[in-house]
Each structure stands twice: as structure tokens, then as C-alpha cells.
């Protein structure tokens, strides 16, 4: 029986641990660890959107943007260094668009093996929802409910820079930050400017990235992140900056960031399958710059959209621009520039390696989900997006 004695023993540590943690300010670690290694991850997944509260994006089922599809598309033969990149990386679906034509349509891994249609199952965006968001504004801006990308952000969430970290007021840990969060815009968000107390790591389960994916208040989160550099003046990607942006849009239209998505983007493109949005909690808000989940056709969609110059839904003048580099040679108003072999390519992008890579001089849009990349020497352009572009004009491109 004292194996039974110290079994119950070892629960009860667990118990009182996971109580004690409840109550600390790394509660969000329950949650952390119930969706990755109680299910067998060691971090954050593309098909981990099952396990988080969502609110529903409606397709309107009387217009669709049907595609032209070539028969051959999923049994066409891919390049050996296509392949054994899909297979290296764990790829979960892989599509080309060649002048609107899906000719190229492969599942693989979880999503061959699952028990929907794979065309019919949703994957997590991860930071693609960061361009997703970037439009979303644009179109706020087109319906002149914001007035222009250079807003101060502090017109519509005035408690933006006001405490640090701790919690303590700002101006008294450092004057200059309360100037800089004055200065704060729009811009500054959408071209990672902003110049945050916001450090971008993936790893450490401590970590403010970690605390905003998990946790059941994203708002509350951002309320302690300073503004400690002066914006618009150096380059760093930081996640806080979009999900502020997303907290302005739903103030000033005072919508859900799913409604607007629905009303401005899914509905009138035609969309052909519900999407999701990822919530901090119940009936909570959005995870705008990490969690849009939607098929590989709708994120293909998404792609063409771009490649035709907004398609009367957003402003083309806005997405040359934000095509173009800002403060960083591979990153503009939230869409990433890359260039392969001559071929110039600009991107949506999350992690684990979730891309919309749009190629315009041969009218192709190409789109990757999975749970894996390889960066290779790169860096920020990985190796495995440039094989994804290379070898679709390889095998569709025809010249141009």
C-alpha cells in the first residue's frame, strides 16, 4: 500500500503547485502546458486552435469565389527538393495559384490523416493574422472611421505606455517613455517602429509572448508594456504591436475584430468555409496578431486578393506601399519581401512556417501551413519559403 500512499502524496504536491501557480502571475502556464505537452507538443502548434475559445467568421454562402482548378492538381509530380523540403519541414498543406488557376493542391501529415476533407480543415495563421489585421485597418481608414495610418494611438486606448512592467507609472521610471508614447501612431504599429518593452521569443515560457499567447487577458497584458525607444526610429518585430492595433480598430469601430473580418473581408471575397478567431478567453478578444484560423484555400484567397490589387475590397495604392520596405530591407506595413534566384516575392508569415508568398511577375500565389522550418543562413528570409517560391516557378512558371 505505499505505493499507493505516495502516489496519492505526489498528487497532492502536483495540486497544491498547480494551485499556488494559479494565483501567480504565470497562471497562463496551466493553460501553456495543458496545450502543448499534455498533448504531446513542446510549443505552440498549427492545429492547436481546437483548444482555445474562438468566435466564429461567416462565409456568405450566395457568392463564392470559385476557382479554377486543374484536374491534375493533386496528383502532379513536385520537385526532389520540393519534396524532401514538405517532408523535412512538416508540412501540413502545400498550394499553387498560377494565373488563377489552382494547380497544385497537396496534404500531407495531420492533414491527409484527418477525418474531414483536408480542403475543409482550418489551421492556425499564427503571425499572418498580422497582415489580416494590417488590412482590416486599411479598410477601417478606406470607411474614413480612422483617419489615416498616422493616428496616435493614444487618441483611441489612452492608457497606452502609461505603466511598466511592474505595474509602476512610467514617468517615473523614465520621463522620455511617456514622450515616446505620446508619439506612438499607427505606422509605428503596423511597421514593427513602435519601439516597445517587448521582447519576441518563442522559448521562454516566462517570457511577455508566451503570457500574451496563453493568457485570458491580452488587454490587460499590453496595459504593461512601455514604450522605451522612440518610435519610428529602429526595426523590431514585436507581436504587441499588432494586437495594439487590433485593440484600436475595435475601439474606434466598436466591433469585434471577427465581425470586421467577416463584413470586410470574408463576405465580400467570396470566401468558401467559415473561418475562426482565436480569443484570450470566452466571449473574450481577439488574438489579432497571432490567430486567425481559415483553410489553405481561403488563405490562397487571401493571397490573390493582393496579387489583384486589393480586388475593390482594399485600396491598391496601400498594398504597393505596404509591399515596400519601411525601417527593414524585408519588412513593410506587415507584409514580409523576400527574393530568390531573381524572383522577387512578398509574403505573409507566421510561425512554424505559415506562408502566403504572393509573385506577381508570374502571377502565383503560393501557400505553405505546417508545424516546422528550416532558416538555413537567411536569416529573416528562411530557406525553406525561398525553396517554396523557387520550386513553384520551377515546375508552373513557364518562362514567366
Given at each position: 500500500?505505499?505505493?499507493?500512499?505516495?502516489?496519492?502524496?505526489?498528487?497532492?504536491?502536483?495540486?497544491?503547485?498547480?494551485?499556488?501557480?494559479?494565483?501567480?502571475?504565470?497562471?497562463?502556464?496551466?493553460?501553456?502546458?495543458?496545450?502543448?505537452?499534455?498533448?504531446?507538443?513542446?510549443?505552440?502548434?498549427?492545429?492547436?486552435?481546437?483548444?482555445?475559445?474562438?468566435?466564429?467568421?461567416?462565409?456568405?454562402?450566395?457568392?463564392?469565389?470559385?476557382?479554377?482548378?486543374?484536374?491534375?492538381?493533386?496528383?502532379?509530380?513536385?520537385?526532389?527538393?520540393?519534396?524532401?523540403?514538405?517532408?523535412?519541414?512538416?508540412?501540413?498543406?502545400?498550394?499553387?495559384?498560377?494565373?488563377?488557376?489552382l494547380?497544385?493542391?497537396?496534404?500531407?501529415?495531420?492533414?491527409?490523416?484527418s477525418?474531414?476533407?483536408?480542403?475543409?480543415?482550418?489551421?492556425?495563421?499564427?503571425?499572418?493574422?498580422?497582415?489580416?489585421?494590417?488590412?482590416?485597418?486599411?479598410?477601417?481608414?478606406?470607411?474614413?472611421?480612422?483617419?489615416?495610418?498616422?493616428e496616435?494611438?493614444?487618441k483611441?486606448?489612452?492608457?497606452?505606455?502609461?505603466?511598466?512592467?511592474?505595474?509602476?507609472?512610467?514617468?517615473?521610471?523614465n520621463?522620455s517613455?511617456?514622450?515616446?508614447?505620446?508619439?506612438?501612431?499607427?505606422?509605428?504599429?503596423?511597421?514593427?517602429?513602435?519601439?516597445?518593452e517587448?521582447?519576441?521569443?518563442?522559448?521562454?515560457?516566462?517570457?511577455?509572448?508566451?503570457?500574451?499567447?496563453?493568457?485570458?487577458?491580452?488587454?490587460?497584458?499590453?496595459?504593461?508594456?512601455?514604450?522605451?525607444?522612440?518610435?519610428?526610429?529602429?526595426?523590431?518585430?514585436?507581436?504587441?504591436?499588432?494586437?495594439?492595433?487590433?485593440?484600436?480598430?475595435?475601439?474606434?469601430?466598436?466591433?469585434t475584430?471577427?465581425?470586421?473580418?467577416?463584413?470586410?473581408?470574408?463576405?465580400?471575397?467570396?470566401?468558401?468555409?467559415?473561418?475562426?478567431?482565436?480569443?484570450?478567453?470566452?466571449?473574450?478578444?481577439?488574438?489579432?496578431?497571432?490567430?486567425?484560423?481559415?483553410?489553405?484555400?481561403?488563405?490562397?484567397?487571401?493571397?490573390?486578393?493582393?496579387?489583384?490589387?486589393?480586388?475593390?475590397?482594399?485600396?491598391?495604392?496601400?498594398?504597393?506601399?505596404?509591399?515596400?520596405?519601411?525601417?527593414?530591407?524585408?519588412?513593410?506595413?506587415?507584409?514580409?519581401?523576400?527574393?530568390?534566384?531573381?524572383i522577387?516575392?512578398?509574403?505573409?508569415?507566421?510561425?512554424?512556417?505559415?506562408?502566403?508568398?504572393?509573385?506577381?511577375?508570374?502571377?502565383?500565389v503560393?501557400?505553405?501551413?505546417?508545424?516546422?522550418?528550416?532558416?538555413?543562413?537567411?536569416?529573416?528570409?528562411?530557406?525553406?519559403?525561398?525553396?517554396?517560391?523557387?520550386?513553384?516557378?520551377?515546375?508552373?512558371?513557364?518562362?514567366?
Amino acid at each position: 500500500m505505499k505505493w499507493v500512499q505516495r502516489l496519492l502524496a505526489v498528487v497532492g504536491i502536483l495540486a497544491l503547485l498547480t494551485g499556488l501557480l494559479a494565483v501567480s502571475p504565470y497562471s497562463y502556464l496551466i493553460k501553456g502546458v495543458r496545450l502543448t505537452y499534455l498533448i504531446g507538443e513542446k510549443s505552440a502548434n498549427y492545429l492547436d486552435w481546437m483548444n482555445f475559445d474562438t468566435r466564429d467568421v461567416e462565409i456568405d454562402s450566395t457568392r463564392t469565389w470559385e476557382l479554377a482548378m486543374a484536374d491534375n492538381r493533386h496528383t502532379v509530380p513536385v520537385t526532389p527538393a520540393l519534396d524532401n523540403m514538405l517532408s523535412e519541414t512538416k508540412s501540413g498543406a502545400y498550394l499553387v495559384f498560377r494565373n488563377d488557376t489552382l494547380v497544385c493542391e497537396r496534404y500531407m501529415g495531420a492533414l491527409a490523416g484527418s477525418a474531414d476533407k483536408p480542403d475543409m480543415q482550418l489551421t492556425n495563421s499564427f503571425s499572418m493574422a498580422k497582415t489580416i489585421t494590417c488590412l482590416l485597418v486599411q479598410k477601417a481608414i478606406q470607411e474614413k472611421i480612422i483617419p489615416s495610418w498616422d493616428e496616435p494611438v493614444r487618441k483611441y486606448l489612452d492608457w497606452v505606455g502609461v505603466l511598466d512592467k511592474s505595474g509602476n507609472p512610467s514617468i517615473q521610471t523614465n520621463p522620455s517613455w511617456e514622450k515616446w508614447a505620446d508619439q506612438l501612431t499607427l505606422r509605428h504599429l503596423v511597421t514593427m517602429t513602435a519601439g516597445l518593452e517587448w521582447d519576441e521569443s518563442y522559448v521562454s515560457p516566462f517570457g511577455i509572448t508566451a503570457k500574451a499567447y496563453y493568457g485570458s487577458d491580452a488587454e490587460k497584458t499590453m496595459k504593461t508594456v512601455p514604450v522605451i525607444r522612440e518610435p519610428g526610429t529602429h526595426y523590431q518585430y514585436q507581436s504587441g504591436a499588432t494586437q495594439l492595433l487590433g485593440l484600436v480598430l475595435a475601439k474606434a469601430t466598436g466591433k469585434t475584430i471577427s465581425a470586421l473580418t467577416e463584413e470586410w473581408l470574408w463576405k465580400p471575397l467570396g470566401m468558401e468555409s467559415n473561418a475562426k478567431w482565436q480569443l484570450d478567453s470566452k466571449d473574450g478578444k481577439e488574438l489579432n496578431y497571432c490567430c486567425f484560423d481559415a483553410t489553405a484555400r481561403d488563405f490562397g484567397r487571401l493571397g490573390l486578393m493582393v496579387l489583384h490589387h486589393g480586388k475593390g475590397v482594399i485600396d491598391s495604392a496601400f498594398l504597393s506601399q505596404a509591399q515596400q520596405p519601411f525601417k527593414s530591407p524585408n519588412y513593410g506595413h506587415s507584409f514580409w519581401l523576400g527574393e530568390v534566384d531573381g524572383i522577387k516575392f512578398s509574403y505573409y508569415q507566421g510561425l512554424n512556417g505559415q506562408y502566403i508568398c504572393l509573385l506577381p511577375q508570374y502571377n502565383m500565389v503560393v501557400v505553405r501551413t505546417g508545424h516546422g522550418v528550416k532558416k538555413g543562413n537567411s536569416f529573416p528570409v528562411f530557406d525553406c519559403v525561398k525553396t517554396y517560391v523557387k520550386e513553384a516557378v520551377a515546375m508552373f512558371g513557364n518562362g514567366k
